[in-house]
Every structure is written in structure tokens, then in C-alpha cells.
């Protein structure tokens, strides 16, 4: 099992038909601070950071690690792709895989930017961790997280209760040569 800190970073930018993923630059703070302290966003999540604290801690160009990429549409952060390994996870199932999440702003949801954006970074994952399983973890309440899943290809592991809800934990099996 590679860690993803050992790959080079950041990788250039991904480009999809519609969108660019790349590494946070001092302009996203704000979408950050949106995306952060949004309840919408927050609903499955435990809800939003309070936004004068987020104002207050955010620093000027937001932090940078590998496996973090803002999704950007026209030149506009419109939301967040994480691809970090699982430690600590309260699952066995998914402790020390790589784990993917995003975040994306209201106004950005209903438009297919999710899967656009998920697929073109699982796909440079595994361009660059070949054979890696990829974990994925929604409230089963998350319906159109639950389809985005779907759609990404990972399949149900396990249920499990955790934050005072139901949790899916998902698994996208490591691509074959054949796949």
C-alpha cells in the first residue's frame, strides 16, 4: 500500500469536458468558506462550521496535501474532491484504503459535476496507485450520494450506525488490466 503523501503533488491540472481539477490557490478561499459553513452541504455531515471561525482560521491560499483537488468550472471553485487513506476508520472493512469524498456548492448540484469530477480523479488515482480498492462512506439517507456511488462504481460493504444515523460504506474494487 502506497501513501499518497509519496506521489509527486500536485499532479497537473485534470482536465474533464466541462471542468478543471487542481490544487487550492489563495482565490478559493471564499468558495471554501461557503462550502464549509453551508448547511446544505452539511445536512449528512453533522452540520456546517460556524462561518466567523471558518473566517477567522481559513488561511489565505487554503491548505494543500495530496489527494485534495477544487473542482472548477469556468474558473470558479465549485466544489472539493478528497482522496486520503482511511486511519482510524471506525470500519475495518475500510482501515488503510483510500477513502474518497467531495463536497460541491448548492448552486453546482444537479448537473452531473459530481460524477464528472469523482470519475476523473479515481481515474488519475488509478493511474497512479494502481490496484488500490477506493472506500466511500454516505449516510444511507444520502440518496443522491447512494447514487453517485452507484455510479461510480462501488457496491455495498456494510451498513452500520455512527453520528445517529445509518451509514453506507461502500468499496470500488482495484481496477484489472482487463477492467
Given at each position: 500500500?502506497?501513501?499518497?503523501?509519496s506521489?509527486?503533488?500536485?499532479?497537473a491540472?485534470?482536465?474533464?469536458?466541462r471542468?478543471?481539477?487542481?490544487?487550492?490557490?489563495?482565490?478559493?478561499?471564499?468558495?471554501?468558506?461557503?462550502?464549509?459553513?453551508?448547511p446544505?452541504?452539511?445536512?449528512?455531515?453533522?452540520?456546517?462550521h460556524?462561518?466567523?471561525?471558518?473566517?477567522?482560521k481559513?488561511?489565505?491560499?487554503?491548505?494543500?496535501?495530496?489527494?485534495s483537488?477544487?473542482?472548477d468550472?469556468d474558473?470558479a471553485?465549485?466544489?472539493q474532491?478528497?482522496?486520503r487513506?482511511?486511519?482510524?476508520?471506525?470500519?475495518?472493512?475500510?482501515?488503510?484504503?483510500?477513502?474518497?469524498g467531495?463536497?460541491?456548492l448548492?448552486r453546482?448540484?444537479?448537473?452531473?459535476?459530481?460524477?464528472?469530477?469523482?470519475?476523473a480523479?479515481?481515474?488519475?488515482?488509478?493511474?497512479?496507485?494502481?490496484?488500490?480498492?477506493?472506500?466511500?462512506?454516505?449516510?444511507?439517507?444520502?440518496?443522491?450520494?447512494?447514487?453517485?456511488?452507484?455510479?461510480l462504481?462501488f457496491?455495498?460493504?456494510?451498513?452500520?450506525?455512527?453520528?445517529?444515523?445509518e451509514?453506507?460504506?461502500?468499496?470500488?474494487?482495484?481496477?484489472?488490466p482487463?477492467?
Amino acid at each position: 500500500m502506497t501513501d499518497l503523501g509519496s506521489i509527486a503533488w500536485p499532479p497537473a491540472p485534470i482536465r474533464t469536458d466541462r471542468l478543471v481539477l487542481r490544487e487550492p490557490e489563495a482565490r478559493d478561499r471564499v468558495a471554501f468558506i461557503e462550502l464549509l459553513a453551508s448547511p446544505e452541504v452539511h445536512t449528512y455531515l453533522g452540520g456546517p462550521h460556524p462561518r466567523d471561525e471558518l473566517e477567522r482560521k481559513m488561511p489565505t491560499t487554503p491548505e494543500r496535501w495530496p489527494g485534495s483537488f477544487v473542482v472548477d468550472l469556468d474558473g470558479a471553485m465549485i466544489g472539493q474532491i478528497l482522496l486520503r487513506r482511511a486511519t482510524g476508520h471506525r470500519r475495518p472493512a475500510a482501515a488503510g484504503k483510500a477513502d474518497l469524498g467531495y463536497l460541491f456548492l448548492p448552486r453546482a448540484w444537479g448537473f452531473g459535476y459530481a460524477t464528472e469530477a469523482c470519475a476523473a480523479a479515481l481515474d488519475w488515482f488509478d493511474d497512479v496507485l494502481p490496484g488500490e480498492p477506493v472506500v466511500l462512506t454516505t449516510q444511507s439517507a444520502n440518496v443522491a450520494s447512494m447514487r453517485l456511488a452507484e455510479r461510480l462504481g462501488f457496491t455495498e460493504v456494510e451498513r452500520f450506525q455512527a453520528w445517529d444515523a445509518e451509514q453506507w460504506l461502500g468499496l470500488r474494487p482495484p481496477l484489472t488490466p482487463s477492467s
